[in-house]
């Protein structure tokens, strides 16, 4: 003798988002704000870094030339068409530029310096949302099997599967969701990352760059200056004192 199964007595049953939120407890609302927050972190990064990206190459190639011509006014006018840190630095490099060298260098890495801070800015908040994503799914992996156990109490070890449905779906909602989180975190933050390291090698390219092409008219004046001859002077003539 066979069991038969009604398959009519199965209804499919969709599930939308507002359930799931609902099914995963409060803590999926907190998941759910780290998301947006991330997904917020990520775009404004992202357009800032699109802003701040030059062709360091065709981007001095002007700007120097102007320099050796010493037409400084226009060359900071050349700054102009640029956007972002290396601007910022290759501005004050021009601008700097009757300062010793030694004291040109040093502005120059203290400016550049000044701009890594606005370079990182926001990365450690998508860095801790995929760090804590997954511990707050864990959390809720945790509370859910707490109150599938309370269930269980309650019904003096007779609970159905309709009673540990509730903590059941919390312990596996919040794990999924806090994974589905942190993992695009972390490959927008290592992306992120990537790009403020180019960023910040054009940037030292660019002060280097510069520097070389200030510094170098004052080496070559000091140079001639050391080789041009030294005339010696001549006495004037004794006058001579005729005997009477």
């Known amino acids: 003798m066979f069991l038969q199964i009604d398959n009519s007595?199965?209804?499919?049953?969709?599930?939308g988002l507002f359930d799931i939120m609902q099914k995963g407890?409060?803590?999926?609302?907190?998941?759910?704000?780290?998301?947006?927050?991330?997904?917020g972190v990520f775009v404004e990064r992202v357009m800032y870094y699109y802003r701040s990206h030059l062709r360091v190459g065709e981007y001095l190639v002007g700007?120097?030339?102007l320099v050796r011509k010493h037409h400084y006014l226009e060359a900071l006018e050349?700054?102009?068409?640029?956007?972002?840190?290396i601007k910022v630095v290759v501005q004050r490099a021009i601008l700097s530029r009757n300062l010793p060298s030694s004291e040109l260098r040093e502005v120059v890495r203290e400016i550049a310096q000044l701009q890594v801070p606005k370079l990182e800015a926001n990365l450690p908040i998508l860095a801790t949302i995929g760090y804590i994503?997954?511990?707050?799914?864990?959390?809720?992996?945790?509370?859910?099997?707490?109150?599938?156990?309370?269930?269980?109490?309650?019904k003096s070890g007779a609970a159905g599967v309709?009673?540990?449905?509730?903590?059941?779906?919390?312990?596996?909602?919040?794990?999924?969701?806090?994974?589905?989180?942190?993992?695009?975190?972390?490959?927008?933050?290592?992306?992120?990352?990537?790009r403020?390291?180019?960023?910040?090698?054009?940037?030292?390219?660019a002060g280097i760059e510069l520097i070389h092409a200030l510094v170098e008219p004052l080496s070559k004046e000091g140079t001639n200056t050391q080789e041009k001859p030294t005339t010696p002077i001549q006495s004037p003539p004794s006058s001579t004192v005729i005997p009477s």
């Open 162 to 194: 309709s009673d540990l449905a509730g903590g059941i779906w919390t312990a596996l909602i919040t794990t999924a969701a806090g994974l589905v989180v942190a993992i695009p975190c972390y490959v927008a933050y290592n992306y992120l990352i990537t």
């Open 196 to 205: 403020c390291h180019h960023l910040t090698n054009d940037m030292e390219r």
């Open 25 to 39: 407890g409060s803590l999926m609302w907190l998941i759910l704000a780290s998301s947006i927050i991330a997904i």
């Open 133 to 154: 994503s997954p511990l707050l799914g864990l959390l809720g992996t945790v509370m859910g099997m707490i109150d599938a156990f309370i269930q269980i109490n309650q």
């Open 9 to 15: 007595s199965f209804v499919t049953q969709s599930v």
């Open 78 to 85: 050349r700054c102009e068409e640029g956007y972002g840190p």
């Open 63 to 65: 700007i120097l030339n």
